[in-house]
């Protein structure tokens, strides 16, 4: 039963084995384990990225294809929840209507994109997808009777969905609006993710990895590369667009700098090298550790700082402000001592 | 006669002002094993490519039992029967020797699309695959790479992958290269039992003159793209044309 969950895909890794169990209940719980507004805030931030890492490793690390259009795929998804929320109403019609549409549109620009370079060589992909994307952030922050522009859009969900809505108490934890929100972005990137997971262990998840091991050969055995090539992106683009709409339902906000930016572009492609590639697992490594130390490691050096405040430059290096600094050499030192991610280091064992 | 099942219909190819392939017009019949040979540059790994689709011809005809594929693309064509091993060893090098063999099973069953079931419970593909492994014996390294195993088990195992797509036209360029003494029997006595299966037509790219003697049934010659003789083995091993092209061939390696 388990095992069919996971899709035959076992940590195989004692280590891995604890460390994503750890991470799936410290999620599950996280409104009893870590109450308040900022902890919660990380833990959906972390559910979030896991899917959107994912789905992007579907793409790069199954099928060895450069996309630099995630984020544009995420913010559709994003917007569309946004947008079908303004004009159809407050309503879990809309949301349902925004997530349709904006996962339908994002596989149809993947398509279209993926038609037209993807016949010539992977390569080209990744040159137009940085060109779409980056035209499709300028017309975002451009048009803002439609998108709000640099402002972004608030809008209304359900109230169900909001800290307004009261439910008492459980565990010494006020329940409110915000946890059921929680649990429904827990639960569907959960389902998405093991969604996934079952893409990449099914026969078209074999082909994928065939293609990426030798694309030639692949064709010759009588796959028609181009179409799992595409295919691929589409599903890759539509699950980033899910994971968009998931952002946007919690954040009851978006903007081109939470969902669009090509900063985010950068996070992505860092977690699912520091968890490792071609392996999903790594997604949700990769996410979890990113983002905690998005969130907390300049907390974690400000107390750092005052720690070490009569030693002599300890302070300056651990001030706050340096956390980017630091957030690099954490960077480097995993890819110089894990090539291949925090899960392949831990698969090889020993 | 019966209608042959793979022809070539003034096949010609040029590279610029080099002509690789020159208006080969010839048929290949089912039963039949054909082997090509011809000095280094001749054209016949071109032969080959423009056949199997990795090159597009930019004169003649491609037809297989009569339908003309000439335009098809690479996957078309292996759907059609067309199966191909290659001279340089072309496998899935970080995928398990099983799995090697189990995505030609699944390609030719269709089940590459299909993306939410899990691939290890088709137990039918791996069952086929598993009597793949079997025939060319290599189940005994199933759960390796290709990668890890010695050159001569990667050339059966390129062989194997031509076996599970058991295609209407078998194509083999060289496929005892660099196998050692012991190794390369292996895999002359596994194209003889496909010779057996009198449905299929087989071509054959190969240097070895003991090999053709004992496999051939017919030989063509190619010579500087163009098809210069065809006949029985005997035949066209005493004709002037393939003493010259393959002592030419012989002098130049020396």
């Not at chain 1, 750890?22 to 931030?45: K, W, Y």
């Not at chain 1, 997604?283 to 974690?300: E, H, S």
């Not at chain 2, 005994?140 to 050339?155: C, F, M, V, Y």
């Amino acid at each position: 039963m388990l095992v069919k969950l996971l899709s035959g895909d076992k940590p195989r890794s004692l280590a891995l084995t604890l460390i994503l169990l750890a991470i799936l209940v410290a999620l599950a719980l996280a409104p009893f384990l870590f109450p308040g507004v900022r902890s919660l805030e990380t833990a959906a931030r972390i559910c979030i990225f896991i899917v959107l890492v994912a789905s992007y490793d579907l793409l790069l690390g199954y099928t060895g294809i450069v996309s630099f259009a995630h984020t544009m795929f995420f913010g559709l998804g994003a917007y569309g929840v946004a947008l079908a929320s303004i004009h159809m109403g407050r309503g879990y019609d809309a949301l349902l209507t925004g997530t349709v549409l904006g996962a339908l549109a994002a596989a149809l620009l993947a398509l279209v994109i993926a038609m037209f370079s993807l016949r010539v060589r992977a390569i080209f992909f990744a040159m137009i997808t940085l060109a779409v994307a980056s035209a499709v952030a300028v017309l975002v922050s451009q048009m803002s009777g439609l998108t709000g522009g640099e402002d972004g859009l608030n809008y209304m969900i359900p109230r169900e969905l909001t800290p307004a809505f009261r439910l008492g108490e459980l565990f010494g934890v006020r329940i409110n609006g915000k946890v059921l929100n929680y649990y429904l972005v827990f639960f569907a990137s959960l389902g998405l993710f093991l969604l996934m997971l079952r893409v990449v262990n099914s026969p078209f998840g074999r082909v994928l990895k065939a293609i990426r091991e030798n694309d030639f050969r692949a064709e010759s055995i009588g796959y028609n590369v181009v179409w799992y090539r595409t295919i691929a992106t589409c599903l890759s683009a539509a699950t980033a667009a899910v994971a968009g709409s998931l952002f946007a339902i919690w954040l009851r906000y978006v903007g081109p700098d939470t969902t669009l930016s090509f900063e985010i572009m950068l996070d992505i492609l860092l977690m699912v090298v520091i968890g490792g590639m071609g392996t999903m697992y790594g997604a949700v490594i990769g996410a979890t550790i990113f983002v905690l130390a998005q969130n907390y490691l300049q907390t974690l050096m400000g107390a750092a700082s005052e720690a070490t405040g009569g030693i002599p430059l300890l302070p300056q290096l651990l001030d706050p402000d340096r956390w980017l600094l630091w957030l690099g050499i954490l960077f480097i030192l995993s890819v110089y001592f894990f090539p291949t991610g925090i899960v392949g280091r831990l698969r090889a064992g020993r | 006669m019966t209608q042959p099942l793979l022809e070539t219909d003034g096949l010609a190819v040029r590279f610029g002002g080099h002509v690789a392939v020159d208006a080969v017009t010839c048929s290949f019949h089912a039963g039949e094993l054909t082997a090509i040979v011809g000095p280094n540059g001749a054209g016949k790994t071109t032969y080959f490519n423009l056949i199997s689709g990795q090159i597009t011809a930019t004169a003649g005809r491609v037809r297989l039992m009569g339908e003309d594929i000439t335009r098809a693309g690479i996957a078309e064509r292996c759907k059609k029967g067309i199966g191909r091993a290659f001279q340089l060893t072309n496998l899935f090098p970080d995928l398990s020797v099983l799995e090697n063999v189990r995505l030609v099973i699944q390609a030719k069953q269709n089940k590459g699309f299909s993306l939410f079931s899990m691939a290890d419970s088709h137990s039918e593909i791996t069952m086929a695959a598993m009597a793949i492994l079997e025939r060319v014996r290599l189940d005994p390294w199933k759960d390796q790479t290709a990668a890890e195993l010695s050159h001569g088990n990667q050339r059966k195992l390129e062989v194997a992958l031509l076996i599970a797509l058991d295609p209407m036209v078998y194509m083999f360029d060289e496929p005892t290269a660099g196998m050692s003494v012991d190794e390369a029997p292996v895999v002359l006595d596994l194209i003889a039992e496909l010779k057996a299966e009198t449905n299929r037509t087989i071509l054959l790219v190969e240097h070895k003159m003991d090999v053709i003697r004992t496999l051939a049934d017919r030989i063509i010659v190619l010579h500087n793209g163009a098809l210069v003789a065809d006949g029985p083995p005997a035949e066209v091993m005493a004709s002037d044309i393939v003493q010259e092209a393959y002592m030419g061939r012989e002098l130049e390696d020396v």
